[in-house]
Every structure is written in structure tokens, then in C-alpha cells.
């Protein structure tokens, strides 16, 4: 059986009976399924327009790319269309966590987000045209489609699983931020979660204004000032997740993405700036109201306002943000935002232990390449986890680890491994750095290549064996030379590619990751993985 049909009975799929078939065009596969919906332009939009309950509407979010700022209108949209961006796109990766379709990277359609309309065939789509995404297949087709409903049943399901899992012999985790997705990753039987990508907890309301109030300041106090409002949120949400996985480990990541990527855009500001002058008392309003979380109350407050805003975004610029100020290299040049976050976490594990859950968190440090990074990390962690200890008076066990993703961490994870307690291969920064190919823009070359025969298949869905793989393979035994008993596991994209799992059980990992909804897929692969290299053994010992 291909692991990935059970992906398949878990989601809709589009009647194409119902209708004539229109395709404007073919994108990426990002996310499985099927979504019907009006088009919408902005997150704000989706919000407004996809509704509640009765007066549900179903939206689908157009957009050229999406960013961690439209968080709220993915939530509600029906399904993702993106005309730029690969299979770890932001997109990709966020609609794969909901279960939701997306096809990402349609490069055939143009998207004009300022002017409301979508392109596509010479034809032209505004706000409120039906459109139906096949997710499975990466087709945007014209029009509203009828959908299937999901056709897996229950006891079908666990009675196949439980043929195939007493062969599974790696683990099966869930990449989860929020407690709804670490709940629905445990009822398709995730074992932990292996990646809480927590920059996403900072995207929603109340939070996003003291994050950014933390990256414009200039200076180490007014950060902590900063810093402090979200230490009781970060707290709860972590108080959440241990709840919900109830002793099981919960591996969180400390802040990775670039600052910016929490403030308005460079482009955004220039054109508010010069529209500042001749704009009427409506416009004026308006951008009061956006900008009212940086102090602005009145039109008068927007000349100072905006142009300091500006100078701000135009600092923390960075030509390749992928290769800049991210990372551990954020927790390094800032120890304030590392010591919050390993405060809030574990504060948040002792208060679940005195409640008589057990707790077993796995704080990892991303983005290293050398030990002296994961040495200052994980010396911060500890200090501020014996500091926690003390003032509660009650001490809990949790690891200090590392993620792995890029070149130079494979082949010096023997050193790094003598700091760090576990190993997360993140292998779409792996995959992007290795070959150099951006995971935001491979959409580009991706066609042609795959045409021609130079890749067989997209690097970034299906772990390249030759190469990433085999960095991956030495980052593995180099690591366990120094650390026989080091814990290994992948949270990259690929821990729910069949084919990768497969690969991930042969290298001797401990778990894959995935997203919730590719649990089952990636249990199913593990244990057929399992079952085929017994297969092997045993047809070896008869001959
Ligand atoms: C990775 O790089 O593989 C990873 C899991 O981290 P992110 O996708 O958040 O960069
Ligand atoms: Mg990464």
C-alpha cells in the first residue's frame, strides 16, 4: 500500500464530475485535499468575509507568498493559492500542519494583492470569484467544484495500523505549535512532539504588539521590558502543549526567523509615507488605526511615527535573510529573548509536574554550525533551568539539544554533540543550504529540472539520498561517537515523505516528525520500512 492514500481518506477531494473542468494552472502539491471558495486577497479580508458557524463562507486566501503575519486568515480560509514559493514555504509548511489544501508556487498566475485581482489564462479574478484547488495534484481550476467528503473510517483505519505497527521500530512525532494540533497529531498517534516552531505563538493578537515592541527597541532594557509581557503567554502556551502530551516529550525551538519578518514591510511603509501628504481624513484613519500598537493616536502622530518605523525596518534589512540574523545567531547577539523562552518553558514544566502530569521537555537550539554556539545556548538554558529549579523548589528533567541543518553542523556534529543532549535534523534548511537552492524560489527552476531529468524529484519533498542524506548519515554517526546514547530524529518536511522515512529508519534515527495530519502516512512508512529490511534478513538467512 503507498502510505501517503491514508493522506488521502483523511481529507476532501474535488467532484470533478459536477462540473466542466477549467485548469488556469498547475502549482506545487503543497498541502493534500481539496478547497471551493471566493477568493480573498489579505488575511483581514479572509477573516471578514469567511464568517462563523450558519454564516460560514468558504474564502480561498490568494496570495503571491504568505508570511507569519497572515496566520489568522489561514485559519479561516478554506485553502491557500500562492503564485511564488516551493514546498517549504511558509505556506506549504503551515497549511501541511492544519490539514489544509494549498497548492503553492502556481507561477502561471499573477497576483496583484494592491489591486485585488489574480491573472491566470488571460483571464482576470477579483475578489469574490469561485475557485477550486485539487491540493493532491497542484491544479487550480476555475469555478466551484462540488468537494468529496473524506472517506476514511475509523475502525478501517486502526485496524490497518494495527497490522503494520508491531513492524515499526523508529518513532513517529508531530511538528505542533498550539494544543489543537498537538490533540488532533495524538489521536492519529503521534509519540511526542519533535518541533514547536515558537516564533508562531508570537503571531497572535495581543502578543505580536510586545514582540514588537521588543524588536524596535534599541536597547537591552526596554527589550526586557518587552520580553517580560511575553513571558506569561509563552508560559501558557507552553503549559498547554505539556498538558496535552501528558509526560510525553515536547521538543521546542527557541526563536528562528529573521526580526523583520514580525514588522511591516519596507514597501508598505514608503508608499504610506508618500501617501501621507495628500491623503484625505479616511485615509488618515485608516492608517491611524494600523499603526495604533506603535503610539500612534491622531494623523499628527503618523509623520514621526512612520519614518522612525522605517529607519527600523530599514536596519534589520538583510540582502539574504535566509543566511542572516536568525537562529541561535538571535539568541547569541540578544541571551534576553533565550532566557525568556527557557524561563517560560520551564516554569511551564514545573507547574504541569506539581499539577501530576509528568513533563518531558526537549529544548533545542536552532540554526548552529559550531559548538561554541550550542555551548552559549545551552549554558544559558541551564543556568536559567537551575534558577527556575530553585525559586519553585521542585526540579523537572528536560534536554538540551541542538537542530542540525546545515552542512557544517553535519560535519562537526562529533563536537557539537558534546554539548548537545539531541540531534533534529532540520532538512529543509539542510536541503536549501546543501544546495543552495532558495526553499522560498526553487519554484522557478523546479519544472525545467524535473523535465529535464536533472532532479527526479523536488529535494525538498523527498530527501535527496546522495546528498543531504548523506550529510545527514555522517552528522548521525559522528554525533553518536561522541554520544553512543545521542537521541536523533528529523522535523524537516520530509519526516512525512514515505520515501524519507524509509531512509530516516535505515540511518538508524530514533523518530520522524511530521505534520499532524501525515502521522498516520509516516507510520505506515516506518513500519513497512521495518517490515521489508526483516523481509531482507530473513530471505538472506534461508538462502
Ligand atoms: C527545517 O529547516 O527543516 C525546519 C524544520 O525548520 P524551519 O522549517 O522552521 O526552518
Ligand atoms: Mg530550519
Request: aromatic residues 6%.
Amino acid at each position: 500500500m503507498e502510505p501517503n492514500q491514508l493522506y488521502d481518506f483523511l481529507v476532501p477531494g474535488l467532484d470533478e464530475k459536477s462540473t466542466k473542468v477549467e485548469v488556469l494552472a498547475t502549482g506545487l502539491p503543497a498541502s493534500p485535499g481539496a478547497a471551493v471558495g471566493q477568493i480573498v486577497f489579505t488575511a483581514e479580508e479572509a477573516v471578514k468575509k469567511a464568517g462563523h458557524g450558519a454564516k460560514k463562507n468558504p474564502v480561498i486566501l490568494v496570495r503571491a507568498e504568505t508570511t507569519p503575519e497572515d496566520i489568522q486568515g489561514m485559519e479561516v480560509a478554506a485553502g491557500i493559492l500562492t503564485s511564488r514559493g516551493g514546498m517549504t514555504s511558509h505556506a506549504a509548511v503551515v497549511t501541511r500542519g492544519m490539514g489544509k489544501c494549498c497548492v503553492a508556487g502556481a507561477g502561471d498566475i499573477q497576483v496583484d494583492e494592491r489591486a485585488g485581482e489574480m491573472r491566470a489564462k488571460g483571464q482576470v479574478f477579483k475578489e469574490g470569484d469561485w475557485i477550486s484547488l485539487d491540493g493532491t495534484s497542484g491544479r487550480v481550476i476555475k469555478g466551484k467544484l462540488n468537494t468529496l467528503e473524506p472517506s476514511a473510517e475509523d475502525a478501517d483505519l486502526q485496524k490497518l495500523m494495527s497490522w503494520a505497527e508491531p513492524f515499526r521500530k523508529i518513532g513517529v512525532r508531530a511538528n505542533a505549535d498550539i494544543p489543537r494540533d498537538a490533540i488532533q497529531a495524538r489521536a492519529f498517534g503521534a509519540e511526542g512532539i519533535g518541533l514547536c516552531r515558537t516564533e508562531h505563538m508570537f503571531f497572535a493578537e495581543k502578543r505580536i504588539s510586545h514582540m514588537r515592541a521588543m524588536i524596535l527597541a534599541d536597547n537591552e532594557k526596554d527589550r526586557r521590558t518587552a520580553l517580560k509581557k511575553l513571558l506569561p503567554m509563552q508560559r501558557a502556551d507552553f503549559i498547554g502543549l505539556f498538558k496535552a502530551m501528558a509526560g510525553l516529550p515536547v521538543t521546542i525551538r527557541l526563536l528562528d526567523p529573521p526580526l523583520h519578518e514580525f514588522l511591516p514591510k519596507r514597501e508598505q511603509l514608503m508608499v504610506a509615507i508618500a501617501s501621507l501628504p495628500s491623503a484625505g481624513a479616511k485615509e488618515k484613519k485608516a492608517l491611524v488605526e494600523e499603526y495604533r500598537e506603535y503610539g500612534a493616536k491622531g494623523a499628527g502622530d503618523l509623520k514621526k511615527i512612520l519614518p522612525a518605523l522605517l529607519a527600523r525596518v530599514e536596519e534589520l534589512h538583510e540582502f539574504n535573510p535566509m543566511l542572516g540574523h536568525r537562529g541561535c545567531r538571535l539568541g547569541i547577539t540578544y541571551p534576553e529573548i533565550t532566557e525568556m523562552q527557557a524561563r517560560a518553558i520551564l516554569e511551564a514544566a514545573v507547574a504541569v509536574d506539581k499539577e501530576g502530569i509528568k513533563t518531558h521537555a526537549e529544548v533545542m537550539i536552532p540554526l548552529t554550525a559550531t559548538v561554541k554556539e550550542m555551548a552559549n545556548q545551552g549554558a544559558i538554558v541551564r543556568r536559567v533551568a537551575e534558577e527556575v529549579f530553585k525559586e519553585k523548589g521542585r526540579h523537572v528533567h528536560y534536554l538540551v539539544g541542538t537542530m542540525i541543518e546545515l552542512p557544517r553542523a553535519c560535519l562537526v556534529a562529533g563536537e557539537i554533540a558534546k554539548e548537545a543532549e539531541f540531534f533534529s535534523f532540520g532538512t529543509n534548511d539542510l536541503t536549501q543550504t546543501t544546495f543552495g537552492f532558495s526553499r522560498d524560489d526553487i519554484n522557478k527552476v523546479l519544472p525545467t529540472y524535473l523535465a529535464e531529468g536533472i532532479l527526479k524529484q523536488d529535494p525538498f519533498a523527498a530527501i535527496d539520498q546522495e546528498g543531504v542524506g548523506e550529510l545527514v548519515r555522517i552528522g548521525i554517526e559522528r554525533g553518536r561517537k561522541t554520544r553512543p546514547k545521542l537521541e536523533v530524529g528529523i522535523c524537516g518536511e520530509h519526516g512525512g515523505e514515505p520515501s524519507s522515512v524509509e531512509f530516516c529508519h535505515r540511518v538508524g534515527m530514533d523518530y520522524v516528525s511530521c505534520s499532524p495530519f501525515r502521522v498516520l502516512t509516516a507510520r505506515l512508512a516506518a513500519a513497512q520500512a521495518a517490515a521489508s529490511e526483516k523481509l531482507q534478513i530473513d530471505s538472506g538467512r534461508t538462502k
